[in-house]
C-alpha cells in the first residue's frame, strides 16, 4: 500500500501547480483522501478534503476559490490544482487516505505519503 505524491516545485506568486498523489495497492475510490501540508516550525493542517461515502469536498477557507480537490477513479489517483498561489502557501504538502472516516483529519489518516515541496517566491 503506498502513495505518491508529485508536482511540487518552486512557483512566483500568482502562478499555479498541480499536485498528483497516485496509489498503489489498493482503489481510492473507498477511501476518503485529504491533502494537508506543513510549513517550518507550523503544525500540519488540512488544505482540502473528498469524502469516500459520496465525494463530497471541502477545502480550508484560506485555499477557498483558489486550491480544487478532485479525483480520477480510472487513474487511481487525487490531484490538488492550485491557483493564484501565495508565498504563504509555501509548505511541504502531504496526502492521505483513510478507508473508515468521511473526513479527513490531521492527526490520524490510515495512510500517508511523502510530502512534495511547494515554495511559493514573493
Known amino acids: 500500500v503506498q502513495l505518491q505524491a508529485s508536482g511540487g516545485g518552486l512557483v512566483q506568486s500568482g502562478g499555479s501547480l498541480r499536485l498528483s498523489c497516485a496509489a498503489s495497492?489498493?482503489?481510492?475510490?473507498?477511501?476518503?483522501i485529504g491533502w494537508f501540508r506543513q510549513a517550518p516550525g507550523k503544525e500540519r493542517e488540512g488544505v482540502a478534503c473528498?469524502?469516500?461515502?459520496?465525494?463530497?469536498?471541502y477545502h480550508r477557507d484560506s485555499v477557498k476559490g483558489r486550491f480544487t480537490i478532485s479525483r480520477d477513479n480510472a487513474k487511481n489517483t487525487v490531484y490538488l490544482q492550485m491557483n493564484s498561489l501565495k508565498p504563504e502557501d509555501t509548505a511541504v504538502y502531504y496526502c492521505?487516505?483513510?478507508?473508515?472516516?468521511?473526513?479527513?483529519?490531521?492527526?490520524?489518516?490510515?495512510?500517508w505519503g511523502k510530502g512534495t515541496l511547494v515554495t511559493v517566491s514573493s
Open positions: 495497492g489498493f482503489t481510492l475510490d473507498y477511501y476518503t
Open positions: 473528498s469524502s469516500k461515502s459520496d465525494g463530497t469536498t
Open positions: 492521505a487516505a483513510d478507508g473508515f472516516k468521511d473526513y479527513c483529519s490531521p492527526g490520524y489518516m490510515d495512510y
